[in-house]
């Protein structure tokens, strides 16, 4: 049997506090800032965007096959496809963040139910994909230091909410993306 490393979690646990604070707070700052208005020649990049919402929806693709890999007990596979949903997150947030320093921001243009329903998917998904930073830090980490049984415990919870996060970002794209300029 493979033992836990308790020691490597708490290392672990320090980083997970940090990012899980710095990032969103980044993130908010650098949402702030367009690199053009502060005097930068810089093309809008505009382009990102379907770009960005497409990672979405691999990620979301790729959290539901290793979910289905890990009921499949394919330990290998699910790790592979866990490690490459994190990193598509990452990829997403570095596009997410370049576009909005280098273009103009897009205001929803719908009107009616549809207005209601794009500001509830986009607020719930802004808030949910704060609140998954640190759930999915500290599910990696339980599974790197073989702590499989918290690991799983919080695999519950992460993983819906992650799954959320994916799939709204792709409808609040779709909803918005008739509005971009």
């Known amino acids: 049997?493979?033992?836990?490393?308790?020691a490597a979690e708490k290392k672990y646990n320090k980083w997970i506090v940090i990012l899980s604070i710095a990032i969103p707070l980044i993130v908010g700052a650098l949402f702030g800032v367009n690199l053009?208005?502060?005097g930068f020649d810089v093309q809008p990049l505009t382009f990102l965007p379907p770009i960005y919402a497409t990672i979405n929806g691999l990620t979301s693709?790729?959290?539901?096959?290793?979910f289905l890999a890990i009921k499949n007990k394919n330990i290998t596979l699910h790790k592979t496809l866990m490690t490459t949903a994190i990193g598509c997150s990452i990829v997403f947030l570095m596009m997410y963040i370049a576009y909005h320093m280098t273009s103009d921001?897009?205001?929803?243009?719908?009107?009616?139910?549809l207005r209601y329903v794009y500001f509830s998917v986009l607020i719930s998904h802004i808030l949910l994909s704060i609140i998954i930073i640190p759930f999915v830090l500290i599910t990696y980490v339980r599974a790197i230091t073989n702590n499989i049984e918290r690991?799983?415990?919080i695999a519950r919870i992460t993983f819906p909410i992650w799954l959320y996060v994916a799939i709204s970002g792709v409808i609040v794209y779709i909803m918005i993306s008739p509005y971009y300029v």
């Open 61 to 66: 693709l790729l959290l539901i096959v290793a």
């Open 151 to 153: 690991h799983k415990k």
């Open 105 to 113: 921001s897009t205001s929803y243009g719908g009107e009616g139910v």
């Open 36 to 38: 053009r208005d502060l």
């Open 1 to 6: 049997m493979e033992t836990i490393n308790r």
